[in-house]
């Protein structure tokens, strides 16, 4: 779990690998604390609905990172504190890539 702020608003992400649970801790965790939960995978979707096609391959890594920063930016809008469920590694077209962009814009 990683806990930040930003500006005034606390992101608390919960990360692993694919299927190991993620999701489900957060719900119960997120209806225990009283805040929202989101998937980054969700909030990328809201910006962008061709960024994650039918798969879970990302297409441009940069290109979906900055979509996930923009939602998490109008949740900000709407909640001081949130939940938030993701991957420290995403599926290309090459295989999986690490990818520490988000970590350092939140």
Known sequence: LLGTTWGNMGIFFVCGIHC???TTICKEA???MGVPRYSASELIHTQDALALGPTK??????HNQNML???ARTVEDKHNYFLLDGHTT?????G???Y???YSNF
């Open 30 to 32: 997120a209806s225990g």
């Open 90 to 94: 995403l599926l290309t077209e090459a």
């Open 57 to 62: 391959l990302v297409k441009n890594l940069d």
């Open 100 to 102: 520490q962009y988000m």
């Open 69 to 71: 920063i923009q939602a």
């Open 20 to 22: 190991v649970g993620k």
């Open 96 to 98: 999986v890539e690490k």
